[in-house]
Protein backbone atom coordinates (compact mmCIF):
# COMPACT_ATOMS: atom_id res chain seq x y z
CA UNK A 1 0.00 0.00 0.00
CA UNK A 2 0.86 4.11 -0.40
CA UNK A 3 1.99 4.63 3.15
CA UNK A 4 1.45 8.73 1.59
CA UNK A 5 -1.81 8.49 -0.04
CA UNK A 6 -3.63 5.89 2.54
CA UNK A 7 -2.59 7.78 6.07
CA UNK A 8 -6.20 7.30 7.43
CA UNK A 9 -7.46 4.31 9.14
CA UNK A 10 -9.89 2.80 6.63
CA UNK A 11 -12.54 0.29 8.77
CA UNK A 12 -14.83 -1.88 5.93
CA UNK A 13 -18.60 -2.91 7.94
CA UNK A 14 -19.93 -5.96 6.69
CA UNK A 15 -23.25 -6.42 8.51
CA UNK A 16 -25.51 -8.77 8.50
CA UNK A 17 -28.82 -8.28 6.39
CA UNK A 18 -31.24 -8.58 9.65
CA UNK A 19 -32.48 -5.67 11.22
CA UNK A 20 -30.87 -6.32 14.78
CA UNK A 21 -27.39 -6.59 13.19
CA UNK A 22 -27.89 -3.79 10.66
CA UNK A 23 -29.15 -0.99 12.53
CA UNK A 24 -26.59 -1.16 15.36
CA UNK A 25 -23.45 -1.99 13.12
CA UNK A 26 -24.62 1.37 10.99
CA UNK A 27 -24.61 2.76 14.73
CA UNK A 28 -21.33 1.78 15.15
CA UNK A 29 -19.80 2.75 11.51
CA UNK A 30 -21.31 6.32 12.25
CA UNK A 31 -19.23 6.27 15.38
CA UNK A 32 -16.29 5.52 13.83
CA UNK A 33 -16.54 7.93 11.20
CA UNK A 34 -17.05 10.62 13.96
CA UNK A 35 -13.88 9.68 15.46
CA UNK A 36 -12.01 10.75 12.19
CA UNK A 37 -11.69 6.90 9.95
CA UNK A 38 -12.70 6.52 7.05
CA UNK A 39 -15.99 4.20 6.96
CA UNK A 40 -17.14 2.24 3.97
CA UNK A 41 -20.28 -0.20 4.87
CA UNK A 42 -20.56 -3.19 2.11
CA UNK A 43 -24.52 -4.13 1.33
CA UNK A 44 -27.44 -5.00 -0.72
CA UNK A 45 -29.30 -2.14 -2.76
CA UNK A 46 -32.58 -2.68 -0.78
CA UNK A 47 -30.54 -2.96 2.64
CA UNK A 48 -28.96 0.18 1.56
CA UNK A 49 -31.80 2.02 1.01
CA UNK A 50 -33.18 1.79 4.73
CA UNK A 51 -30.25 3.84 5.83
CA UNK A 52 -28.77 6.10 3.31
CA UNK A 53 -30.54 9.25 4.25
CA UNK A 54 -28.73 9.27 7.39
CA UNK A 55 -25.36 7.94 5.79
CA UNK A 56 -25.58 10.92 3.29
CA UNK A 57 -26.42 13.27 5.96
CA UNK A 58 -23.21 12.36 7.72
CA UNK A 59 -21.57 12.87 4.60
CA UNK A 60 -22.55 16.13 3.99
CA UNK A 61 -21.66 17.22 7.30
CA UNK A 62 -18.03 16.14 6.93
CA UNK A 63 -18.01 12.05 7.85
CA UNK A 64 -15.87 10.63 5.63
CA UNK A 65 -18.38 7.81 5.34
CA UNK A 66 -20.16 6.00 2.58
CA UNK A 67 -22.04 2.79 1.31
CA UNK A 68 -21.08 0.35 -1.20
CA UNK A 69 -23.11 -2.16 -3.09
CA UNK A 70 -23.57 -6.17 -3.94
CA UNK A 71 -25.72 -7.85 -5.47
CA UNK A 72 -28.18 -10.53 -2.61
CA UNK A 73 -27.65 -13.74 -4.14
CA UNK A 74 -31.40 -14.68 -3.43
CA UNK A 75 -32.35 -16.21 -6.38
CA UNK A 76 -28.94 -18.83 -6.11
CA UNK A 77 -29.85 -19.68 -2.50
CA UNK A 78 -33.24 -20.33 -3.41
CA UNK A 79 -35.17 -17.51 -2.26
CA UNK A 80 -37.61 -14.81 -4.10
CA UNK A 81 -36.10 -11.85 -5.88
CA UNK A 82 -35.67 -8.67 -3.72
CA UNK A 83 -36.01 -11.14 -0.45
CA UNK A 84 -32.87 -9.56 0.92
CA UNK A 85 -33.46 -9.48 4.72
CA UNK A 86 -34.16 -11.55 7.85
CA UNK A 87 -37.11 -9.90 8.41
CA UNK A 88 -38.25 -10.95 4.83
CA UNK A 89 -38.65 -14.57 5.66
CA UNK A 90 -41.97 -16.26 5.66
CA UNK A 91 -40.68 -19.96 7.00
CA UNK A 92 -38.69 -21.78 8.40
CA UNK A 93 -37.19 -23.37 5.04
CA UNK A 94 -36.73 -19.29 3.96
CA UNK A 95 -34.26 -19.31 6.77
CA UNK A 96 -31.95 -21.72 6.04
CA UNK A 97 -31.45 -20.59 2.32
CA UNK A 98 -31.20 -17.20 3.79
CA UNK A 99 -28.17 -18.21 6.06
CA UNK A 100 -26.93 -20.13 2.77
CA UNK A 101 -27.29 -16.97 0.62
CA UNK A 102 -24.71 -15.11 3.40
CA UNK A 103 -22.19 -17.87 2.84
CA UNK A 104 -22.45 -16.85 -0.89
CA UNK A 105 -20.61 -13.89 -0.68
CA UNK A 106 -17.68 -15.40 -0.34
CA UNK A 107 -16.10 -14.82 -3.64
CA UNK A 108 -17.93 -11.53 -4.45
CA UNK A 109 -16.51 -10.11 -0.72
CA UNK A 110 -13.03 -10.98 -1.63
CA UNK A 111 -13.16 -9.68 -5.06
CA UNK A 112 -14.49 -6.43 -4.07
CA UNK A 113 -11.91 -6.19 -0.98
CA UNK A 114 -9.04 -6.52 -4.04
CA UNK A 115 -10.24 -3.90 -5.63
CA UNK A 116 -10.54 -1.49 -3.38
CA UNK A 117 -8.81 1.89 -4.32
CA UNK A 118 -8.71 2.75 -1.14
CA UNK A 119 -7.63 -0.97 1.03
CA UNK A 120 -9.57 -1.40 3.96
CA UNK A 121 -7.35 -1.87 7.27
CA UNK A 122 -9.59 -3.63 8.92
CA UNK A 123 -13.51 -5.59 8.46
CA UNK A 124 -15.90 -5.56 10.99
CA UNK A 125 -18.23 -8.34 9.71
CA UNK A 126 -21.46 -9.78 11.26
CA UNK A 127 -21.61 -13.20 13.20
CA UNK A 128 -22.87 -14.86 10.51
CA UNK A 129 -20.10 -14.68 8.83
CA UNK A 130 -18.11 -16.89 10.00
CA UNK A 131 -15.90 -17.17 6.85
CA UNK A 132 -14.85 -13.69 6.89
CA UNK A 133 -11.99 -14.59 9.30
CA UNK A 134 -10.49 -16.84 7.21
CA UNK A 135 -10.56 -14.24 4.12
CA UNK A 136 -9.21 -11.30 6.50
CA UNK A 137 -6.13 -13.60 7.37
CA UNK A 138 -5.51 -13.88 3.55
CA UNK A 139 -6.14 -10.25 2.64
CA UNK A 140 -3.48 -9.82 6.23
CA UNK A 141 -6.09 -7.66 7.48
CA UNK A 142 -7.24 -7.69 11.16
CA UNK A 143 -11.35 -9.13 11.09
CA UNK A 144 -13.68 -8.07 13.79
CA UNK A 145 -16.72 -9.78 15.44
CA UNK A 146 -20.07 -7.76 15.70
CA UNK A 147 -22.14 -10.27 17.51
CA UNK A 148 -25.26 -8.46 18.65
CA UNK A 149 -25.46 -9.64 21.66
CA UNK A 150 -24.88 -9.69 25.52
CA UNK A 151 -21.70 -10.55 27.77
CA UNK A 152 -24.08 -12.59 29.38
CA UNK A 153 -25.44 -14.62 26.39
CA UNK A 154 -21.95 -15.38 25.26
CA UNK A 155 -20.95 -16.32 28.59
CA UNK A 156 -24.09 -18.88 29.16
CA UNK A 157 -23.47 -19.85 25.44
CA UNK A 158 -19.68 -20.68 25.81
CA UNK A 159 -20.35 -22.74 29.30
CA UNK A 160 -23.44 -24.80 27.74
CA UNK A 161 -20.98 -25.87 24.68
CA UNK A 162 -18.25 -26.56 27.47
CA UNK A 163 -19.97 -28.15 30.05
CA UNK A 164 -23.19 -29.86 27.98
CA UNK A 165 -25.14 -29.82 31.40
CA UNK A 166 -28.21 -30.39 29.73
CA UNK A 167 -27.30 -33.49 27.79
CA UNK A 168 -28.13 -35.86 30.23
CA UNK A 169 -31.76 -34.54 31.58
CA UNK A 170 -34.98 -36.73 30.88
CA UNK A 171 -37.64 -34.20 29.43
CA UNK A 172 -37.17 -30.82 27.97
CA UNK A 173 -38.98 -28.71 31.27
CA UNK A 174 -36.28 -30.21 33.51
CA UNK A 175 -34.20 -27.10 34.73
CA UNK A 176 -30.17 -27.29 35.15
CA UNK A 177 -28.10 -24.29 36.24
CA UNK A 178 -25.45 -23.35 33.77
CA UNK A 179 -21.77 -24.06 35.60
CA UNK A 180 -19.31 -21.47 36.81
CA UNK A 181 -21.32 -18.50 35.73
CA UNK A 182 -21.06 -15.36 38.63
CA UNK A 183 -24.65 -16.10 39.10
CA UNK A 184 -26.50 -18.91 39.74
CA UNK A 185 -28.54 -19.21 36.09
CA UNK A 186 -31.41 -21.89 36.11
CA UNK A 187 -32.53 -22.79 32.13
CA UNK A 188 -33.74 -25.91 30.47
CA UNK A 189 -33.35 -27.47 27.78
CA UNK A 190 -36.27 -25.99 25.72
CA UNK A 191 -34.67 -22.56 26.18
CA UNK A 192 -31.27 -23.75 24.89
CA UNK A 193 -30.97 -24.23 20.55
CA UNK A 194 -30.91 -27.63 19.64
CA UNK A 195 -27.70 -29.35 19.16
CA UNK A 196 -28.51 -30.95 15.41
CA UNK A 197 -30.09 -28.31 13.65
CA UNK A 198 -28.67 -26.34 10.46
CA UNK A 199 -29.06 -23.18 12.48
CA UNK A 200 -26.74 -25.11 15.62
CA UNK A 201 -24.26 -25.84 12.65
CA UNK A 202 -24.11 -22.14 11.88
CA UNK A 203 -23.86 -21.44 15.46
CA UNK A 204 -20.62 -23.37 16.27
CA UNK A 205 -19.17 -22.33 12.80
CA UNK A 206 -19.20 -18.42 14.65
CA UNK A 207 -17.97 -19.64 17.43
CA UNK A 208 -14.46 -21.32 16.36
CA UNK A 209 -13.98 -17.82 13.96
CA UNK A 210 -14.94 -15.89 16.93
CA UNK A 211 -11.74 -17.81 18.98
CA UNK A 212 -9.54 -16.80 15.43
CA UNK A 213 -10.89 -13.24 15.12
CA UNK A 214 -8.56 -10.19 16.41
CA UNK A 215 -11.88 -9.81 18.76
CA UNK A 216 -15.17 -9.17 19.47
CA UNK A 217 -17.21 -5.58 19.71
CA UNK A 218 -20.36 -5.56 21.89
CA UNK A 219 -23.63 -3.42 22.41
CA UNK A 220 -23.11 -3.30 25.85
CA UNK A 221 -21.27 -0.83 28.23
CA UNK A 222 -19.49 -2.45 31.44
CA UNK A 223 -21.27 -0.81 34.50
CA UNK A 224 -24.23 -3.07 32.83
CA UNK A 225 -23.11 -6.46 33.32
CA UNK A 226 -19.37 -6.17 34.86
CA UNK A 227 -18.95 -9.76 35.79
CA UNK A 228 -19.76 -11.20 32.35
CA UNK A 229 -17.39 -8.28 30.59
CA UNK A 230 -15.16 -9.57 32.65
CA UNK A 231 -15.78 -13.82 32.65
CA UNK A 232 -15.69 -13.30 28.99
CA UNK A 233 -12.36 -11.25 28.72
CA UNK A 234 -10.43 -13.14 31.47
CA UNK A 235 -11.75 -16.57 31.76
CA UNK A 236 -12.93 -17.22 28.52
CA UNK A 237 -10.13 -15.33 27.68
CA UNK A 238 -11.54 -12.84 24.25
CA UNK A 239 -10.55 -9.76 23.01
CA UNK A 240 -13.43 -7.65 23.50
CA UNK A 241 -14.40 -4.05 23.50
CA UNK A 242 -17.81 -3.20 25.21
CA UNK A 243 -18.56 0.75 23.22
CA UNK A 244 -22.43 0.76 23.82
CA UNK A 245 -25.54 1.52 24.00
CA UNK A 246 -24.73 3.18 20.46
CA UNK A 247 -28.18 3.93 19.91
CA UNK A 248 -27.01 6.58 21.85
CA UNK A 249 -25.52 7.62 19.01
CA UNK A 250 -28.85 8.99 17.76
CA UNK A 251 -28.93 12.37 19.45
CA UNK A 252 -31.56 14.43 17.50
CA UNK A 253 -35.02 13.37 16.33
CA UNK A 254 -34.91 13.09 12.58
CA UNK A 255 -31.56 10.36 13.36
CA UNK A 256 -33.76 8.11 16.22
CA UNK A 257 -37.23 8.85 13.85
CA UNK A 258 -35.06 7.73 10.61
CA UNK A 259 -33.66 4.39 12.64
CA UNK A 260 -34.05 1.61 11.00
CA UNK A 261 -36.39 2.23 8.17
CA UNK A 262 -36.46 5.23 6.38
CA UNK A 263 -39.75 5.02 4.89
CA UNK A 264 -42.38 5.14 8.04
CA UNK A 265 -41.85 8.20 9.13
CA UNK A 266 -44.92 10.72 8.10
CA UNK A 267 -46.99 8.30 11.36
CA UNK A 268 -44.17 8.68 13.92
CA UNK A 269 -45.16 12.11 14.65
CA UNK A 270 -48.61 11.02 15.58
CA UNK A 271 -47.78 8.71 18.14
CA UNK A 272 -45.58 10.95 19.78
CA UNK A 273 -48.83 13.61 19.85
CA UNK A 274 -50.39 10.57 21.21
CA UNK A 275 -48.18 9.59 23.72
CA UNK A 276 -47.71 13.35 24.56
CA UNK A 277 -51.37 13.00 26.49
CA UNK A 278 -50.95 10.29 28.40
CA UNK A 279 -50.18 10.51 31.62
CA UNK A 280 -46.17 9.71 32.72
CA UNK A 281 -45.05 5.98 33.23
CA UNK A 282 -48.62 4.89 32.20
CA UNK A 283 -48.00 3.46 28.84
CA UNK A 284 -47.25 -0.33 27.79
CA UNK A 285 -44.97 -0.77 24.66
CA UNK A 286 -45.55 -3.99 22.56
CA UNK A 287 -43.29 -4.83 20.46
CA UNK A 288 -41.31 -8.48 19.34
CA UNK A 289 -38.55 -7.24 16.84
CA UNK A 290 -38.34 -6.88 13.17
CA UNK A 291 -38.87 -10.82 12.62
CA UNK A 292 -41.29 -12.46 14.62
CA UNK A 293 -44.20 -13.28 13.36
CA UNK A 294 -47.37 -14.64 16.29
CA UNK A 295 -49.93 -16.85 15.09
CA UNK A 296 -53.73 -16.30 15.02
CA UNK A 297 -54.47 -17.64 18.47
CA UNK A 298 -51.58 -15.85 20.23
CA UNK A 299 -52.56 -12.53 18.81
CA UNK A 300 -55.91 -12.69 20.40
CA UNK A 301 -54.37 -13.84 23.27
CA UNK A 302 -52.07 -10.87 23.51
CA UNK A 303 -55.16 -8.72 22.19
CA UNK A 304 -57.50 -10.10 24.96
CA UNK A 305 -54.97 -9.07 28.21
CA UNK A 306 -54.35 -5.30 26.81
CA UNK A 307 -57.82 -4.71 26.36
CA UNK A 308 -58.92 -5.67 30.15
CA UNK A 309 -55.76 -4.71 31.27
CA UNK A 310 -56.29 -1.30 31.47
CA UNK A 311 -53.60 0.22 30.70
CA UNK A 312 -53.03 2.80 27.52
CA UNK A 313 -50.81 0.79 25.12
CA UNK A 314 -48.93 0.95 21.75
CA UNK A 315 -48.84 -2.08 20.02
CA UNK A 316 -46.41 -2.76 16.92
CA UNK A 317 -48.18 -5.64 15.03
CA UNK A 318 -46.34 -6.89 11.46
CA UNK A 319 -48.70 -6.48 8.07
CA UNK A 320 -48.69 -10.07 8.22
CA UNK A 321 -50.29 -10.54 11.24
CA UNK A 322 -53.84 -10.19 10.18
CA UNK A 323 -56.00 -11.95 12.81
CA UNK A 324 -56.29 -8.97 15.66
CA UNK A 325 -59.82 -9.54 16.68
CA UNK A 326 -62.97 -7.58 14.93
CA UNK A 327 -63.84 -4.36 16.75
CA UNK A 328 -60.56 -4.36 18.69
CA UNK A 329 -59.00 -0.90 17.50
CA UNK A 330 -62.45 0.56 17.78
CA UNK A 331 -63.32 -0.83 21.27
CA UNK A 332 -59.73 0.09 22.46
CA UNK A 333 -59.38 4.15 20.56
CA UNK A 334 -57.95 6.64 22.52
CA UNK A 335 -56.61 3.66 24.83
CA UNK A 336 -54.47 1.62 22.61
CA UNK A 337 -52.32 2.78 19.50
CA UNK A 338 -51.92 0.05 16.69
CA UNK A 339 -48.72 0.67 15.30
CA UNK A 340 -48.30 -1.73 11.76
CA UNK A 341 -44.52 -2.75 10.53
CA UNK A 342 -42.66 -0.34 11.84
CA UNK A 343 -42.29 1.81 15.11
CA UNK A 344 -39.97 4.50 15.91
CA UNK A 345 -39.05 2.15 18.91
CA UNK A 346 -36.23 4.64 20.53
CA UNK A 347 -38.63 7.35 20.25
CA UNK A 348 -41.30 5.54 22.14
CA UNK A 349 -39.05 4.27 24.34
CA UNK A 350 -37.60 7.51 25.65
CA UNK A 351 -40.82 9.02 25.93
CA UNK A 352 -41.89 9.90 29.38
CA UNK A 353 -45.19 8.49 29.25
CA UNK A 354 -43.75 4.63 28.67
CA UNK A 355 -44.09 3.09 31.84
CA UNK A 356 -43.46 -0.28 30.23
CA UNK A 357 -42.36 -2.61 27.52
CA UNK A 358 -43.45 -6.02 26.28
CA UNK A 359 -40.15 -7.55 24.74
CA UNK A 360 -39.22 -10.90 22.95
CA UNK A 361 -35.56 -9.68 24.31
CA UNK A 362 -33.57 -9.54 20.98
CA UNK A 363 -30.44 -7.35 22.30
CA UNK A 364 -30.78 -4.14 20.98
CA UNK A 365 -34.63 -4.20 22.18
CA UNK A 366 -33.54 -4.72 25.47
CA UNK A 367 -30.38 -2.17 25.60
CA UNK A 368 -33.08 0.29 23.88
CA UNK A 369 -34.92 -0.10 27.13
CA UNK A 370 -32.08 -0.11 29.47
CA UNK A 371 -31.06 3.62 27.71
CA UNK A 372 -34.71 4.78 28.07
CA UNK A 373 -34.85 3.31 31.62
CA UNK A 374 -37.96 0.99 31.22
CA UNK A 375 -38.53 -1.83 32.78
CA UNK A 376 -39.47 -5.03 30.79
CA UNK A 377 -42.07 -7.82 30.68
CA UNK A 378 -40.18 -10.46 28.97
CA UNK A 379 -41.16 -12.71 25.98
CA UNK A 380 -38.38 -14.92 24.23
CA UNK A 381 -38.87 -16.76 21.55
CA UNK A 382 -35.59 -17.66 20.10
CA UNK A 383 -31.80 -17.28 19.57
CA UNK A 384 -30.52 -16.27 22.42
CA UNK A 385 -33.18 -14.90 23.85
CA UNK A 386 -34.11 -16.93 26.84
CA UNK A 387 -30.59 -15.78 28.32
CA UNK A 388 -31.16 -12.28 27.31
CA UNK A 389 -34.51 -12.66 29.97
CA UNK A 390 -32.49 -13.89 32.71
CA UNK A 391 -30.38 -10.80 32.41
CA UNK A 392 -33.09 -8.70 32.96
CA UNK A 393 -35.14 -10.48 35.48
CA UNK A 394 -32.74 -11.89 37.71
CA UNK A 395 -29.15 -10.10 37.56
CA UNK A 396 -30.50 -6.46 36.59
CA UNK A 397 -33.76 -7.38 38.32
CA UNK A 398 -35.78 -4.55 36.15
CA UNK A 399 -38.42 -7.24 34.53
CA UNK A 400 -40.75 -9.34 34.97
CA UNK A 401 -41.22 -12.17 32.58
CA UNK A 402 -44.34 -13.27 31.09
CA UNK A 403 -43.37 -17.13 31.30
CA UNK A 404 -41.93 -18.22 28.21
CA UNK A 405 -41.27 -21.59 28.47
CA UNK A 406 -39.81 -22.49 25.00
CA UNK A 407 -38.55 -21.81 21.36
CA UNK A 408 -41.14 -20.93 18.96
CA UNK A 409 -39.04 -19.82 15.95
CA UNK A 410 -40.20 -16.32 14.60
CA UNK A 411 -42.41 -17.05 11.73
CA UNK A 412 -45.40 -18.34 13.49
CA UNK A 413 -44.63 -22.03 13.69
CA UNK A 414 -44.61 -22.51 16.84
CA UNK A 415 -47.05 -23.24 19.45
CA UNK A 416 -50.43 -21.80 18.93
CA UNK A 417 -50.92 -19.58 21.80
CA UNK A 418 -47.47 -20.29 23.89
CA UNK A 419 -48.53 -17.71 26.31
CA UNK A 420 -51.90 -17.63 28.00
CA UNK A 421 -53.98 -14.61 28.27
CA UNK A 422 -53.71 -14.83 32.00
CA UNK A 423 -50.02 -14.93 31.96
CA UNK A 424 -50.06 -12.12 30.07
CA UNK A 425 -52.45 -10.20 32.45
CA UNK A 426 -50.70 -10.93 35.62
CA UNK A 427 -47.20 -9.35 34.33
CA UNK A 428 -48.90 -6.57 33.17
CA UNK A 429 -50.42 -6.14 36.19
CA UNK A 430 -47.17 -7.05 38.38
CA UNK A 431 -45.38 -4.20 36.19
CA UNK A 432 -47.97 -1.67 35.65
CA UNK A 433 -50.09 -1.65 38.29
CA UNK A 434 -47.73 0.40 40.78
CA UNK A 435 -46.44 -1.95 44.40
CA UNK A 436 -43.45 -1.84 45.58
CA UNK A 437 -41.08 -4.17 43.57
CA UNK A 438 -42.66 -2.77 40.06
CA UNK A 439 -41.24 1.09 41.81
CA UNK A 440 -38.16 -0.81 42.68
CA UNK A 441 -37.78 -2.23 39.21
CA UNK A 442 -38.40 1.26 37.92
CA UNK A 443 -36.02 2.66 40.01
CA UNK A 444 -33.44 -0.16 39.10
CA UNK A 445 -33.94 0.65 35.47
CA UNK A 446 -33.85 4.70 36.01
CA UNK A 447 -30.27 3.98 37.62
CA UNK A 448 -28.60 1.95 34.64
CA UNK A 449 -30.42 4.31 32.38
CA UNK A 450 -28.08 7.18 34.08
CA UNK A 451 -24.80 4.72 33.38
CA UNK A 452 -25.61 3.95 29.84
CA UNK A 453 -25.83 7.68 28.86
CA UNK A 454 -22.71 7.54 31.25
CA UNK A 455 -20.76 5.49 29.29
CA UNK A 456 -20.79 6.91 26.30
CA UNK A 457 -19.88 10.43 27.30
CA UNK A 458 -16.31 11.48 26.85
CA UNK A 459 -14.43 9.76 28.86
CA UNK A 460 -16.93 7.09 29.97
CA UNK A 461 -16.08 3.56 29.57
CA UNK A 462 -17.25 2.80 26.24
CA UNK A 463 -16.70 5.80 24.82
CA UNK A 464 -12.68 5.02 25.93
CA UNK A 465 -13.33 1.37 24.73
CA UNK A 466 -13.62 2.63 21.11
CA UNK A 467 -10.87 5.20 21.23
CA UNK A 468 -8.33 2.18 22.34
CA UNK A 469 -9.67 -0.22 19.92
CA UNK A 470 -9.28 2.98 17.25
CA UNK A 471 -5.47 3.91 18.84
CA UNK A 472 -4.98 0.19 18.74
CA UNK A 473 -5.87 -0.29 14.89
CA UNK A 474 -3.85 2.99 14.15
CA UNK A 475 -0.50 1.39 15.69
CA UNK A 476 -1.33 -2.11 14.32
CA UNK A 477 -1.31 -0.25 11.03
CA UNK A 478 1.17 2.43 11.47
CA UNK A 479 -1.51 5.13 10.70
CA UNK A 480 -1.17 8.99 12.51
CA UNK A 481 -3.89 9.92 14.19
N1 LIG B 1 -37.27 -1.85 15.66
C1 LIG B 1 -37.88 -0.63 15.41
N2 LIG B 1 -39.19 -0.62 15.13
C2 LIG B 1 -39.95 -1.76 15.07
C3 LIG B 1 -39.32 -2.99 15.35
C4 LIG B 1 -37.99 -3.02 15.65
O1 LIG B 1 -37.22 0.42 15.45
O2 LIG B 1 -41.15 -1.67 14.81
C5 LIG B 1 -35.82 -1.89 15.93
C6 LIG B 1 -35.51 -1.93 17.39
O3 LIG B 1 -35.42 -0.62 17.91
C7 LIG B 1 -34.19 -2.68 17.42
C8 LIG B 1 -34.28 -3.62 16.21
O4 LIG B 1 -35.28 -3.06 15.38
O5 LIG B 1 -33.12 -1.77 17.22
C9 LIG B 1 -34.67 -5.02 16.59
O6 LIG B 1 -33.57 -5.68 17.12
P1 LIG B 1 -33.71 -6.76 18.27
O7 LIG B 1 -32.33 -7.26 18.55
O8 LIG B 1 -34.42 -6.21 19.43
O9 LIG B 1 -34.64 -7.88 17.69
P2 LIG B 1 -34.66 -8.72 16.31
O10 LIG B 1 -35.40 -7.89 15.34
O11 LIG B 1 -33.23 -8.94 15.93
O12 LIG B 1 -35.39 -9.96 16.68
Known amino acids: MDSETHKKLHAFFFPVMAQGHLIPMIDIARLFASRGVKVTILTTPSNASLFSNTIDCDAQLGLDISVQLIPFPSVEAGLPEGCENLSSITSPSMTNNFFKALDLFQLPLEKLLQEQQYPAHCIIAGMFFPWVT ?14 GTSFFSRCVTDSIKRYAPHQSLKSNSDPFIVPSLPDQIELTRSQVPETKSEFAELLERVRKSEERSHGVLFNSFYELEPAYADHYKKVIGRKAWDIGPVSLRNRDFADKAQRGNNTYIDGHEYCLNWLDKKKSNSVLYVCFGSVTRFTASQLVAIAMALETSGHPFIWVVRSEEREIPEGFEERNEGKGLIIRDWAPQVLILDHPAVGGFVTHCG ?6 SVSAGVPMITWPLFAEQFYNEKLVTQVLRIGVSVGAHEWSGFVGEGNAAAV ?3 DIEKAVEQLMGGGEEAERMSSRATELKEKARRAVEEGG ?16 VRLEA
Not at 134 to 147: E, M, N, Q, S, V
Not at 363 to 368: D, G, K, P, V, Y
Not at 461 to 476: K, V
Request: aromatic share 10%.
Open 363 to 368: WNSTLE
Open 420 to 422: KRE
Open 134 to 147: DLATKLGIPRFIFC
Open 461 to 476: SSYTNLTNLIEELRLH
